[in-house]
């Protein structure tokens, strides 16, 4: 495993923030705190992680912008269990809690950090990023995330999905998104990566009213249609097909062997 780094300090814990490319401004609000040790070491425990947030999440009544739980899980994270072998992706699979921040920012203006509910995946060791996409051990198989900075390139893809496979092994790779809905044939080029990356995958099943593509499309899961907004081609096309009473939803596909 990484040599842990405890933290133990407010100024640690700032700089180590800094690493991971949270802006100064969000930094500045991090503060530490004493008495949540054991809650902050079960974020480290793949089997408890996800109860260990819920009960850090409970004790500590966070802030509305929800720097408590980001000082709270920086500290997790930078004691999280990577094996030697994986320490090339320690730094990009962390990088997650700064593009969370910077990502409340587009969405509301501000900085702050509202993800608490799943960076436990990434202090326990569960997810890690290789290259462009990330990895995910589940009960079911390896399941892929696509962090919004990927590069969705074919290349950039089929490059991380040959490290994934080098390091985590073949078996079943799956993933859910709305950027494998078949809706987005009506909206974006044969040649468009998304329509590229979709074509990796098999075996769809499809969710029509999953509303996730608010989020990433639209940057405010709480935007009503009429008010999307409509600075790229593909805002301004899916935003016409949703006031005409489409469902852009999201499909559960199967990577195909590539």
């Given at each position: 495993?990484?040599?842990?780094?405890?933290?133990?300090?407010?100024?640690?814990?700032?700089?180590?923030?800094?690493?991971?490319?949270?802006?100064?401004?969000?930094?500045?609000?991090?503060?530490?705190?004493?008495?949540?040790?054991?809650?902050?070491?079960?974020?480290?425990?793949?089997?408890?992680?996800?109860?260990?947030?819920?009960?850090?999440?409970?004790?500590?009544?966070?802030?509305?912008?929800?720097?408590?739980?980001?000082?709270?899980?920086?500290?997790?994270?930078?004691r999280a269990p990577f094996p030697k072998e994986a320490e090339t992706y320690y730094f990009p699979t962390m990088g997650a809690f700064g593009r969370f921040v910077?990502?409340?920012?587009?969405?509301?203006?501000?900085?702050?950090?509202?993800?608490?509910?799943?960076?436990?995946?990434?202090?326990?060791?569960?997810?890690?990023?290789?290259?462009?996409?990330?990895?995910?051990?589940?009960?079911?198989?390896?399941?892929?995330?696509?962090?919004?900075?990927?590069?969705?390139?074919?290349?950039?893809?089929?490059?991380?999905?040959?490290?994934?496979?080098?390091?985590?092994?073949?078996?079943?790779?799956?993933?859910?998104?709305?950027?494998?809905?078949?809706?987005?044939?009506?909206?974006?080029?044969?040649?468009?990566?998304?329509?590229?990356?979709?074509?990796?995958?098999?075996?769809?099943?499809?969710?029509?009213?999953?509303m996730g593509y608010r989020l990433w499309v639209f940057k405010d899961p709480d935007l009503a249609p009429k008010d999307f907004p409509e600075d790229t081609s593909?805002?301004?096309?899916?935003?016409?097909?949703?006031?005409?009473?489409?469902?852009?939803?999201?499909?559960?596909?199967?990577?195909?062997?590539?």
């Amino acid at each position: 495993m990484r040599a842990v780094h405890n933290i133990t300090t407010t100024e640690e814990l700032r700089a180590f923030a800094l690493r991971l490319d949270v802006p100064r401004e969000a930094v500045e609000n991090l503060v530490y705190e004493e008495g949540i040790e054991e809650l902050i070491l079960l974020l480290n425990d793949p089997l408890r992680a996800e109860e260990g947030t819920d009960e850090l999440h409970e004790k500590l009544q966070p802030d509305e912008d929800g720097f408590r739980m980001l000082s709270a899980m920086l500290r997790a994270a930078a004691r999280a269990p990577f094996p030697k072998e994986a320490e090339t992706y320690y730094f990009p699979t962390m990088g997650a809690f700064g593009r969370f921040v910077r990502e409340n920012f587009v969405s509301f203006g501000k900085y702050g950090f509202d993800r608490w509910f799943w960076t436990w995946r990434q202090t326990s060791g569960l997810i890690i990023r290789i290259g462009s996409l990330e990895y995910e051990r589940t009960d079911e198989g390896i399941s892929m995330h696509i962090p919004s900075d990927a590069d969705l390139s074919y290349a950039a893809v089929l490059r991380s999905v040959h490290d994934a496979k080098r390091y985590l092994g073949e078996g079943e790779y799956f993933c859910r998104s709305w950027l494998l809905s078949h809706k987005l044939k009506r909206l974006l080029p044969e040649t468009s990566n998304v329509r590229r990356f979709r074509s990796l995958f098999r075996r769809f099943e499809y969710f029509p009213d999953d509303m996730g593509y608010r989020l990433w499309v639209f940057k405010d899961p709480d935007l009503a249609p009429k008010d999307f907004p409509e600075d790229t081609s593909l805002q301004r096309k899916m935003k016409i097909f949703v006031l005409h009473g489409g469902k852009v939803g999201a499909s559960h596909g199967f990577l195909r062997n590539i």
